[in-house]
T-cell receptor, first 116, second 107 residues
Framework: ETGVTQSPTHLIKTRGQQVTLRCSSQSGHNTVSWYQQALGQGPQFIFQ???????GRGNFPPRFSGLQFPNYSSELNVNALELDDSALYLC???????????????FGEGSWLTVV | AQRVTQPEKLLSVFKGAPVELKCNYSYSGSPELFWYVQYSRQRLQLLLRHISRESIKGFTADLNKGETSFHLKKPFAQEEDSAMYYC?????????FGKGTRLSVIA
């Protein structure tokens, strides 16, 4: 059984650019959620996808968007990058229902994004 | 607003000493409470959840609804317990994390 994998592990972007982060969910998991973890903070929920539909969103602007594919992998896209977007972006997968249902969620190692 | 508070950023204890990592929550309804741990160079992983009422790696956590607390305890700290610990809450909502406490166990 493979765990949650994310790519890339590190990247540097310039303010105003766009970025796409990728996540492969754990085998058998159909729910993917994304979190932003700024330095010295706990993870903050961005949004969740269940069966290719967004079914929950945190307090993030629309320039944060995502996709989930039929194989349950997912992408996080951020447009018009700002310096404050610099953070660790965590993907997590879970069996049906995700964090709203009380199921345990399993995290990837994250993608470190630096915006300069 | 739903909130999880971990008052200590850093907690240092000697090996063999008791450990208590504090967590308080502000949540409507009856949330489920979790402790997540991140060891050096490893991913964030679930340590325990209150609904399971189990002890993992010697750690236990008791939910105190009156004090809205979910403190993590271990009677005798080990060096391998050194890690970042996050308390989290969920109640038919996304997980809300605290800012975390770094536990350092000194030999």
């Amino acid at each position: 059984e493979t765990g949650v994998t994310q790519s890339p592990t590190h990247l540097i972007k310039t303010r105003g650019q766009q970025v796409t982060l990728r996540c492969s969910s754990q085998s058998g998991h159909n729910t993917v959620s994304w979190y932003q973890q700024a330095l010295g903070q706990g993870p903050q929920f961005i949004f969740q996808y269940y069966r290719e539909e967004e079914n929950g969103r945190g307090n993030f602007p629309p320039r944060f968007s995502g996709l989930q594919f039929p194989n349950y992998s997912s992408e996080l896209n951020v447009n018009a990058l700002e310096l404050d977007d610099s953070a660790l972006y965590l993907c997590a997968s879970s069996p049906s229902g995700g964090p709203f249902s009380g199921n345990t969620i399993y995290f990837g190692e994250g993608s470190w994004l630096t915006v300069v | 607003a739903q909130r999880v508070t971990q008052p200590e950023k850093l907690l240092s204890v000697f090996k063999g000493a008791p450990v208590e990592l504090k967590c308080n929550y502000s949540y409507s309804g009856s949330p489920e409470l979790f402790w997540y741990v991140q060891y050096s160079r490893q991913r964030l992983q679930l340590l325990l959840r209150h609904i399971s009422r189990e002890s993992i790696k010697g750690f236990t956590a008791d939910l105190n609804k009156g004090e809205t607390s979910f403190h993590l305890k271990k009677p005798f700290a080990q060096e391998e317990d050194s890690a970042m610990y996050y308390c989290a809450a969920s109640g038919n909502t996304p997980l809300v994390f605290g800012k975390g406490t770094r536990l350092s166990v000194i030999a």
